[in-house]
């Protein structure tokens, strides 16, 4: 199964980048043509066993023309060791420990490209390569706004991110959406593929009814998790589902709402289901509410925002679950997005009504919250804030850290010089003798040009 998904991923991955070129004429891009180049300076702690301090140089080219886009970031870690103060490069940047491997190869030098990309989330052409904290399949209930950026600065992943709808040959019958999230590993992967089969009808609100099958995988669930998992082997997993999603009522940049339902399997282990409503309130406005059904064991988005700090505890859950017990619960959640997305704040909580969970995270409600703020809409700072916490029994536990995955990254800005406090905080109660993993950074970096 893995295998097969694996072959179907890169195979759709190889297709986007070989169409896009072709219709790049029917989309009309922009001929403009951006050029940029920074410069870092920084100081960034790495645990290889144990904290090490390096000094950071980094330059980051970035370029632009039309709906392409390309950044680079290219970083040389270093620091002064030994009697005569010799500078020492960080080996584990340029060359792979132990036995040198192609994947190995990849993991170390495909961060290197910030990112590539085609378009936006929404055009009939949607390609986006390197990092990204927001990649969705449907309406999010396997895989919903996944983060593969949780260790940087120290560790950067190369994901890809690629949909297509079929209005690009003119036959919107039919669109997927994939994403993989480590191109070096091929371990989180996901595909949604849908279809509209009464969109050539004048049938109202029903010929934009989408038909869509998800399937999600992680090869590896123990890949770069806590030192209590390692040494030891878990097998792939894989969440399954199918789901129908009909826009009611769509008013532009005034009101608009969507209606879905899903129903999904982890490794036929256990199962969920949900019915929803969402969208947007005069294009500033989202919120969203939904209704859930799951059987002991089954996590909602499976695929979350968190994951790669907790697929391991996630893991073990689903491998103890019992479908016999019940728990129905729901979800609300709303948000601002303000200049243009400039500026971005929103809350998803959800929490069970009736559960016969025993274990205190699950049987708990469950917050996520974003805030986020672009450079230039203010003189001096910009900063993106995620707050991912588990288990809340009381209202003091809401800020509390455990079971909580914490980022935080502070920009000071003047003129073309920035400095950047990076604080990125996890919790796994497993870890033994410390839960916490904690990783901070200060960067600075100047832009040239």
């Not at 709402?257 to 129903?263: E, I, N, P, S, V």
């Not at 505890?313 to 200049?339: I, K, R, W």
């Not at 809401?398 to 950047?420: C, E, F, R, Y």
Request: net charge negative; aromatic share 12%; proline share 6%.
């Amino acid at each position: 199964m893995a295998s097969a998904l694996r072959r179907l991923a890169i195979l759709l991955a190889l297709l986007c980048l070989a169409v896009g070129p072709v219709f790049s004429q029917a989309e009309q891009p922009s001929n403009s043509f951006t050029f940029g180049m920074g410069l870092g300076i920084g100081v960034e702690t790495f645990n290889e066993p144990g904290p090490v301090t390096y000094q950071s140089l980094s330059i980051t080219p970035d370029f632009a023309f039309g709906k392409l886009g390309v950044g680079l970031t290219i970083a040389l870690d270093y620091n002064f060791s030994g009697s005569n103060g010799a500078i020492k490069i960080r080996r584990a940047d340029w060359w792979p420990e132990g036995s040198v491997t192609l994947q190995k190869v990849a993991a170390i030098y495909l961060p290197k490209i910030a990112y590539v990309r085609w378009g936006l989330k929404g055009d009939p052409l949607f390609l986006k390569l390197g990092s990204f904290n927001d990649a969705t399949l449907g309406d999010g209930f396997i895989m919903g706004d996944y983060n593969n950026t949780l260790y940087l600065p120290v560790e950067r992943h190369f994901g890809l991110q690629a949909d297509m709808d079929g209005s690009l040959f003119d036959f919107s019958y039919v669109g997927m959406e994939s994403v993989i999230g480590n191109m070096a590993k091929f371990d989180v992967m996901g595909i949604r593929m849908y279809v509209r089969p009464l969109v050539k009808t004048s049938i109202p609100i029903l010929n934009n009814m989408q038909v869509g099958v998800t399937a999600a995988v992680d090869t590896d669930p123990y890949f770069n998790t806590y030192p209590g998992s390692q040494g030891l082997t878990a097998s792939t997993i894989g969440v399954f589902g199918a789901d129908v999603m009909v826009p009611l009522i769509y008013l532009k940049d005034i009101f608009s709402l969507l209606a879905f339902t899903d129903a999904a399997t982890i490794q036929a282990k256990t199962w969920g289901s949900m019915v929803g409503v969402g969208g947007k309130v005069i294009s500033i406005f989202t919120y969203g509410a939904q209704l859930r059904l799951m059987a002991n064991g089954f996590t909602p988005t499976y695929f979350g925002p968190s994951y790669d700090a907790m697929r391991d505890q996630e893991y073990q859950s689903v491998q103890a679950a019992n479908s016999s017990s019940l728990t129905f619960g729901g979800l609300v959640t709303a948000g601002v997005s303000l200049l243009g997305d400039k500026l971005i704040f929103k809350i998803i909580f959800d929490a069970p009504f009736v559960t016969e969970e025993t274990d205190p995270v699950l049987k708990r409600p469950h917050l996520n919250g974003i805030l986020s703020l672009a450079p230039a809409v203010l003189p001096v700072f910009s900063f993106d804030f995620v707050y991912d916490k588990k288990g809340i029994g009381t209202f003091a536990s809401l800020v509390d850290p455990t079971d909580a995955s914490i980022q935080g990254k502070l920009n000071l800005q003047s003129g073309p010089a920035v400095i950047s406090f990076i604080y990125i905080i996890t919790y796994d109660q497993r870890q033994s003798p410390d839960p916490w993993t904690v990783t901070s950074g200060l960067q600075s970096s100047i832009a040239l040009f």
